[in-house]
Structure formats: C-alpha cells, structure tokens
C-alpha cells in the first residue's frame, strides 16, 4: 500500500492546527502572559436563549417513547429546511426546501463538494482565501488556479475569460480579507460560469456580518445562479455553533450537467457518507431562524462588528493600512515592509501577546499580511487595541 501522495503537496499542517500550535509553544514558555487569541474565527458568545430554550425541549422529546426519533432524513429535516427557505425568501431569493441539505457545517460539505465532479478538474480558487478549497482539490488530484485578490483590485479578482477553470471558488464576504461582492459583481461571475459552463461554489459564511446594505448576501440574488451555482452557509459565526455545528448547502434542481441534476447526485454522496445532523442541534437551528432568535443573532454579529471597530480604530490611530472589519467580522492588515507574515505573527505574539493568523497560510498573496479576528469578548478587544497601540510605538508606520 501506499498512501495518497498529494497528502505531500499539502502543507505540513492544517492553517489553525499551526496556528494554535504556536500559541501553545508560546504559552508553556511564558506562563505568566495572557495570550490575546484574535486567530482563528472562534465565536466567544453564548448561545441566544431562544436556541437553547429550543434544544431544552427537543431534548426532552428524546427522553419520550413518544416524541423519540432514531435516523433523520439525510438531507435535513423538513421543518428546518422550512425555515431556511424562508430566510432566503427575506433575502429576496427563491430556493426550495428540497434544495436545501442540512450539514454539520461549511467545512465537510466545502470539502466533499469537489467530489460531484469529474476527478483531474481545475479549480479557480480565489488567493487569498479560506485554505480549505485549495486543499481538497489538491488530497483530490485536481488541478488548481488562482484569482489574485490584491489591494489593486479590492480583494475582489473579477472573471478573466483567458482562464479555463471547471470549479469557481466565491467566498463573499471573503475570509481572509473582509472584502465584499456587490450583487452586480457576482451578476458577471454568473454570466462568467454560464457562458464557459463552470460551476461556482459560494461560500455565504459571513453573510450576516454584511451592514452596507449593498454588498450581496446571497449568490441566488443573481439571475441565473441557480442554473450553475451551490452556495454554502453555517450557522457558527451567525449563530455562534462553532462548537454545537450546524450549516446548510443549497443545490439547485436547475444545476444540471448532460441533463442530470446536481441535487439529485449531492443526495446520492450526502446519503451515502453522511447520517445527518441530530435532532436537538436542527431544532436548535430551526429556532436561529425564528424571528426572536433572528434578533437576538443580530445583537450577537453586531457585538462582534463593535469588536472589529475597536481595532480597526486603533490600527487606524497608528496609521497602519488595514481592509475589513466593515462587513466581515475579520481585519486584513499589512505587516511592516520587510518582514513576511509568519515572521510577524511571530512578532506581533511575542512583542505584544497578540495571536493573529498570518496571511501566507490563506494562500501565497496573503504573504506580507496578517489576519486578526473580532470574535473575542470585548475586554479581551479593547485590551488589544491598548497592546497594538503601544506595540506600533517601536514599529513606525514609515516601515509599511
Ligand atoms: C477561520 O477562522 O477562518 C475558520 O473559522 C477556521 C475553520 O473553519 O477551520
């Protein structure tokens, strides 16, 4: 036997796994420094009340001969595929309950996606970008290229009809970079998959940190999306379910290639390799779509949004150049000229006990930045923006 020799052409270790790695080195060194962790994207927030109030009675159902259930329907159960479809329908989209497949989150489902394809693919994947979509495609033998997301043009790459690429990775509002797609810039992705016959995979997770009110939350606010676009969402930074893990992937019944149906063949794979989610957590989620847990969500993204301007405020008060933190609840900063990322991640740990995430592990252009997450509580925001303040007094701003 042998093992699958494009484990090889991975990176040693998993983006975060390296990141929380070095923390802990650091930690076991310096015992008594408390650690700001602003790396990855770990919500710090309870449960709204209404979600547990839900997951109290779902779990006592269990309890019941009566109200008791075993297997679950794979793709999800009815009444929270219901209200997802309701929630697109408030975005103004019109997805069918029976286009919706309930997961345990982006992660798995982004994974498992490539696997509808033909293996020996090529992949567009935005650089930088969420390092998951790469390295599927490359465990998977696929082929991948990038769209360079660069501060000449936003963070935002547009269709370049010189590139033939099967796949098209979108992930707006993007992680790493915060940087948002208007409804008119995804119209040319669409027409961009149609016309070369690609298929896009969108990545919403951050859709509900949008407050312009005018960057898309939805690819299905396209016309003709649904004919050659999946989008994929979760509810862990929405609805804080880092760790109970709910999300959702829609697959239209119009995205078909030679006449058959991505719905039809993503429930063949989903059915196959997947047992569902658990009655407690879909009920749980079912109840972040009511309009109470609705609002109380919203209360919890703009806590973190107020994190995001506390340390945008502070980077901006040293006059460091930063992008994000205005529909993305992550902030993109330019470490000082000369040093590349993980060199500064390491500085900025050890300089001023701050963990952010360095740009080169989303992708080679997110070399000479570093990510900083608002997902902590805000004492934990507002001590940080003390620390980068002081922290910018030995780094002048005319090293950028
Ligand atoms: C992030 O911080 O970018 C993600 O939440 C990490 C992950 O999903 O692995």
Redesign the pocket.
Known sequence: MEFNGDFFNLPESYL?AEVADAVSGYEVLHPDKRVLKLS???VTLPLPPTVVGAMRSAAAETGDKKTFRGYLPYEGCGFLRESIKNYYKSMGADVSADEIFISDGA?SDLWNLPDLFKRGLTALVPDPV?PVYAESNVLKGNRVVYAAATEQNGFLPMPDYGVKAGLIYICSPN??TGAAYTPEQLQEWVEYAIKTGAVILYDAAYESFVRDGKSARTIYSCAGAESCAVEICSL?KTAGFTGLRCGYTVVPKALKLNGVSANKLWYRLKSTCFNGVSYVVQRAAEAAFSAGGLAEIKKNTGYYMQNAKILSGALSRCGVPYWGGKNSPYIWLKCPRGTDSRGFFKELLNGAGIAGTPGAGFGAGGEGYLRL?SFSDAETALEAAERLENFYKTHPISAF
């Open positions: 975060f990855i994207g770990d992660k969420y992680n790493p862990s997450s």
